[in-house]
């Protein structure tokens, strides 16, 4: 699926709300989400800061003032006494300071003091595992890498291949969506009319001597951070303005950020040289197609686009009936100025959209009662207003979400995100604030998942009115040269409402044809989500590990190396392996299981060295592969559980069986339990 | 998989055997597949052709000369019986002549007059008919479409989500191959290794006046295929002479064929105006990373690169093990110079290739005895040479496959394609003969199928030796600059033997790790094979048609609007739909069997169209659903099977189970057809 704008609520605690930022540059007009946001800070912790800063201040004064009372006192010869006592008040008031800064430095760097450092620290080592393991591998890295490119290695594949297909189940055919394949070559016409040529940009400044690229927010964002978290004698007024500044970073203009820049003194990070005036920099991979040079063309950057050109043959498809939804999973490319955030923001990512097409005087859903009664985890705009936190709604509730079909999509976007594994504690629906989304749209949902870079948008979900068809319809109609021509033009895209207004001027003759179609009055609207299939492996992986270091951060191999993926979507099935002890018969034992379980078409890895079974099973955790079979014996296996650590001795005919059961869904380990004799021996785990 | 070079032999009946083309452009060093071929002319048809042009100069000089005898006894005034007797003698010749003539004809416009526009006229209904299914959709059509981009629609994703599911379970799974997943965009340093950013190339001619861009070769083709076929008064000579031209056209530099250009006279075929002298173009589409413009890139025209950097990691992933095998899906881009031959020769496609990595010493292979006994059309080298045809031989028959892995592939990939329902008789393993395969290829095979447009390669499975990894080691070597960089850039890539030989030589320092690799001296071989997943859709469906037409073309819409999809790799496993008469409690039952087949997984078509049953059918044929399910009662429905066209009835509650279990293949249809009553009425079939 995929989202509005890219707008989401960021850190900027000023007055008791949220402000959220409304990005003038990618997402203006045009839809695009963005690969990440930084967390926002609570607006009470921003009250919290802003009354310590004063204290802070104040206790400055206090100290300041009293220290000047000692030296009056010393330069007076007062008596000891009187010296000793205002030096002890002065002592008092310094401790006093000092513990209020402590309190404020805890409360700029994160909740709880140290937390944003531990959880950096956590998030590298999820990373560094994930790599060690390789689920990714950094893209052609002996030719020492490009920043933004990452490739799977093949638990990543596995894992990739897993939640590709139960997306396809999920959605494509258990909603009967017709799905299409376009290519990612997209000749310029066609991201002329999506915006993308013009406004797919970032303002990018130039290091003057050495012509190294920054990205101007960002920046201006390093720069405010740090002065925040570091200098705790900033003003409660200075700190304020920062944190504005932080909050409107995307809706200034090139020139409001080349003036700020020239503010606060900023520089090449690197270098310290002066920096050039922002200027836009498209995001689009630009190409040439043919051997003329004379057609442009660019790497698409979202898979949206081919859905809308081809809108009237999926319309013919499904009968001339609405509604109906077309789905696309590929690859998108952006450029991007300057990768961040691992493997948050790449130039490279898979994509899966929705694009669901509704009469706009009808936006019941037939199924919605089938999710009413989901409650989960909800951020009204009341509630982001009132500086309130995110609530447990039902779903069905009334007057939250805009129509039935947009709340229908947000709750099968919870089942799919649910049951992929993510945890519903850290998973949210922030609804956009009025001033994030754009002026056709009618209400917009982003499903956010809370790990370790904070809260991220990982779905969004939107009812954009008809402007994505619209777009198109509009360039079609500018660049036909007769009547005819732009008829033509038209009839190619679809047959619709606006696009019949624009012709009833200009071309007007195939009345027949006209009235036929205005009695349908339809007027299409699009609800759009997307996810980033590399991110989310990410996202849901940390989700799932920090299950384990709630409250506070472990960094103890033990918690941080299991990674509890569900069985249907992680990356194999089960391991296979041996105990140290060689035996030529074991192996053959586990050719025929390894067979049953290929004829079962269940994945697994054959470990074949020779380490103790705990080292083994550690290893099997690290893979987040929920089951492993141990060939101990020629007649029975071990089969153990990674989550509860169980073991169960089954015979060598059910082994594959068994597996299957449970990898299946159709039996839960616990029955499984039950009904098979335990074992428990030379685990590591004991 | 991936195959090792472009080389395919030719039509080409010089003498008695088939002359094969080595590409010098495209393919040479570096391995490169072709999309398609023009199917080889039978060595006997060649030397038939050869004789019927020196016949037929024969019988036009005795025409000639009877003809000047005749005129010479008329001015002679000859007696009428003479003079008779000589036209009458004329005429004789004359009709001996017209009989030669219509044979050569046949001869020389295909295997027995008027089959290759038979072929023309059937490849265009198949073409239609997926067009008009949505099977594929000219991408960006609305804007007029770009030659060589086209969209899968709803069938078409399908068919390539079912193909591709099935070569993962058949080649990952089976076979514990490690799946990587890698960016298109790739930085210049890996193709300028891999010997892509030099010799990936085409030979261009432009129309000097317009700047219209003509493939070289293409233009030569055609001007050679149609004197050849329309010019049945060229001599023998002449056209011996142009057949050659056709057979070594990819040998032949740019001065050559600039020359033969000039030779024959050959202008722009649009307009009739002078072509410039032929240059090479690069069939990359370029780009560049990065904001600063200094970091070039091109979207990868494979995806086997991607493999060779990994090596390293993908070998100790093994556990530093020979053999084993890694595997990749992806998309693929070639900026083609003018494509042709409709989904064949595309600018973007879906690859999957597999490199298998063997220890040089020992090529054997654990599992060849599972495929020894296959018995399928094998073209060996021997074959070709002689004249002779494709002969059935079991494959494990010694000394016609290199090696045992090797074969063991190419009895997979037959598993493979018989699998996805391509006909055994149009299913040749074609050896590349001497002259095709690089200096340092041992042995190449490749998949080809009969189709429309000839016998085209779609799987190349080749021993490439360790040429692939040995471009890297090259490359990081030669942009070393110092000893230890060398050795830090070898260990990037690969512990391998021909890197220490060049090692040896320039850093011999660390001794130690030197020695303990050289104990190993693997040297390492590569098996690759490829196939273009949008163009084995056509082959495949088109493969499947001809199973009607064989013989004698036949364009009625009975036989041709079926496709064949086997269950597993098809479009949807059923349709669901009602009779004519509308019944408010059959859609009931219809949405109850919808539910029950989407928890099953079962992908289905709803068609709730009032149109007669007849006509569903026909629709559901269309779309090669193997089982169509027709709600026509309130406790029973009917199913029917495609290719026998056989009704049952089945109760409501198992008619997913029995869909399910025909479709997993657990289950024949010949069994379910002796279980259950039989059904017959209101068909169309009948």
Redesign the interface.
Known sequence: MRTFSTIIASSTPIGRYLISRLSLRRSHAISVKPQASTPPMAAADASNEESLRRTLAEKQSAVDAQGNAVRALKAAKASKSEIDAAIESLNRLKLEKSSVERELQSVVSGSGGGASVNREAFRQTVFNTLERR?FF?P?????RG??G??????P???V??NVL?FW??HFV??E?M??????????E??LKASGHVEKFTDL?VKDEKM???YRADHLLKDFGNEKLEKDLSLSAEKAAELRHLLAVLDDLSAEELGAKIKEYGITAPDTKNPLSDPYP?NLM????????GL?P?Y?RPETAQ?IF??F???YY?N?NKLPFAAAQIG?A?R?E??PRQGLLRV??FTLAEIEHFVDPQDKSHAKFSEVANLEFLMFPREEQMSGKSAKRIPLGEAGIVNNETLGYFIGRVYLFLTCLGIDKERLRFRQHLANEMAHYAADCWDAEIECSYGWIECVGIADRSAYDLHA?TKE?FLHSRSQQECGE?FG??MNEKEKLWMMKAHWNRKGRWISKEKKKEHHLRVFTASSHLLALVELYTASMSTLSIQGQVKLGMNSLNVFRFPPSCGTYKCTLSFPLVQNQQYEEVAKVISTLL?VA?I?HK?D??GTSIGKRYARTDELGVPFAITVDSTSSVTIRERDSKDQIRVSLDEAASVIKAVTDGQTKWEDVWSSYPHHSSESADD
Chains 1, 2 share one sequence.
Request: hydrophobic share 40%; aromatic share 10%.
């Open positions: 390789l591998i893209s052609f890295k002996i030719y490009v920043a490119l990452y490739d799977y290695g093949p990543g594949c596995a990739k291949s297909a396809r189940q055919l258990e009967d017709l799905e299409v394949d376009c290519p990612c070559v997209t000749p016409a066609v990018m012509g190294t690229c920099f991979f630009q190409t040439s197609i043919g051997p003329s057609i063309g790497m081919g050109v081809n009237k043959d999926l498809y009968g690859q490319f450029n100025i300057s130039r490279e198109h079609l033009a190619r895209l290929k078409g994945s054959i074949i060295t």
